[in-house]
């Protein structure tokens, strides 16, 4: 079956920044990084036995597990790759999208988006929200429908851009269901992508939170996508039964046809091989047209242009 990751990172270097300061490789080419605060991390799975992430290293994992095409995404958790993703993307144009990131709350924000969207000519922008590692660790007093991000995601619909939001772990300061809603219903003309479905902890007296949420987002200029799932509801031993179970329920909610397949490659590499993820979905109770549908033909036409 034809795949498209929709949900994939390349590390230049290790430039992250969150609500613990810098965070910088050790320096020891493990892939372990160190915030300022001193806490160390393992931010590179061990098996690269490097500080980065290249194209070429993804791309072998791409072809390793025939893996048609990729969107490479960015994160603060790994600092801001836009150069990196920008070359990768002309280098291997077949197989590689992108989205672009900045900082709208930055004083020179102008600048850098006009050299990105308009003079680059990237196609998809991600804010990453989360506390640990995104916008709202920089910047507590953010709110998704403030001034300046509503200012953004106007600017972003305006240039046909595909919109990418992590708004962070289940429950969290940047988890703003209510105020993404509000985004999505005043740009009906733009499309949105959510990541990681929204993050669920798994918890069952969270179950019912998370499902209104979905329910409240189930709009039809939104797809979500269902990278880092498993590790957010951990523990799911394998098969990964409550894997299944929560792939079914967004499908049951937003419709196959919203669901977008993604891996958080590499850190996914940390705990699960790259051929589990794609089991994961070929093991839910879906049609083998919901598969295809999740697997590849969802994002073909939505970051590809394709049928």
């Given at each position: 079956m034809r795949i498209i990751d929709t949900h994939v990172h390349i590390v230049a270097a290790i430039a992250g920044t969150g609500e613990e300061g810098e965070l910088r490789a050790v320096g020891d080419g493990s892939g372990?990084?160190?915030?300022?605060?001193?806490?160390?991390?393992?931010?590179?799975?061990?098996?690269?036995?490097?500080?980065?992430?290249?194209?070429?290293?993804l791309i072998r994992e791409m072809d390793r597990n025939e893996v048609e095409k990729?969107?490479?995404?960015?994160?603060?958790?790994?600092?801001?790759?836009?150069?990196?993703?920008?070359?990768?993307?002309?280098k291997y144009p077949d197989r590689l999208g992108g989205a672009a990131m900045y900082d709208p709350y930055a004083a020179g924000m102008k600048r850098v988006r006009a050299h990105l969207f308009e003079e680059l000519g990237f196609?998809?922008?991600?804010?990453?929200?989360?506390?640990?590692?995104?916008?709202?660790?920089?910047h507590p007093a953010l709110r998704l429908d403030d001034e300046v991000m509503t200012e953004a995601v106007q600017y972003a619909a305006g240039q046909g851009q595909i919109i990418i939001l992590d708004i962070g772990k289940f429950g969290s300061p940047s988890w703003q269901v209510e105020a993404a809603r509000s985004l999505v219903v005043s740009h009906p003309e733009a499309r949105f992508v959510f990541c990681h479905l929204?993050?669920?902890?798994?918890?069952?007296?969270d179950e019912a939170q998370w499902r209104q949420?979905?329910?409240?987002?189930?709009?039809?200029?939104?797809?979500?996508?269902?990278?880092?799932?498993?590790?957010n509801i951990r523990p799911d031993p394998k098969p990964y039964h409550k894997?299944?179970?929560?792939?079914?329920?967004?499908?049951?909610?937003?419709?196959?046809?919203?669901?977008?397949?993604?891996?958080?490659?590499?850190?996914?590499?940390?705990?699960?091989?790259?051929e589990e993820c794609v089991n994961m979905v070929l093991g839910a109770a879906f049609t083998e047209q919901e598969k295809?549908?999740?697997?590849?033909?969802?994002?073909?036409?939505?970051?590809?242009g394709g049928q």
């Open positions: 372990r990084a160190r915030y300022a605060t001193g806490s160390v991390i393992q931010l590179i799975p061990e098996c690269f036995g490097a500080d980065c992430v290249s194209a070429e290293d990729a969107v490479l995404l960015q994160g603060n958790y790994y600092g801001f790759q836009n150069l990196a993703t920008w070359d990768a993307m002309q196609r998809a922008v991600k804010f990453e929200l989360s506390i640990g590692s995104g916008l709202t660790g920089l929204l993050a669920p902890n798994g918890k069952t007296g949420a979905l329910e409240r987002l189930a709009l039809p200029n939104v797809f979500m996508d269902i990278s880092s799932l498993t590790h894997t299944a179970q929560y792939l079914e329920m967004s499908a049951g909610i937003l419709g196959a046809d919203r669901l977008l397949f993604g891996t958080d490659y590499p850190s996914v590499l940390k705990e699960y091989r790259y295809e549908a999740i697997l590849y033909g969802n994002a073909n036409r939505l970051f590809f």
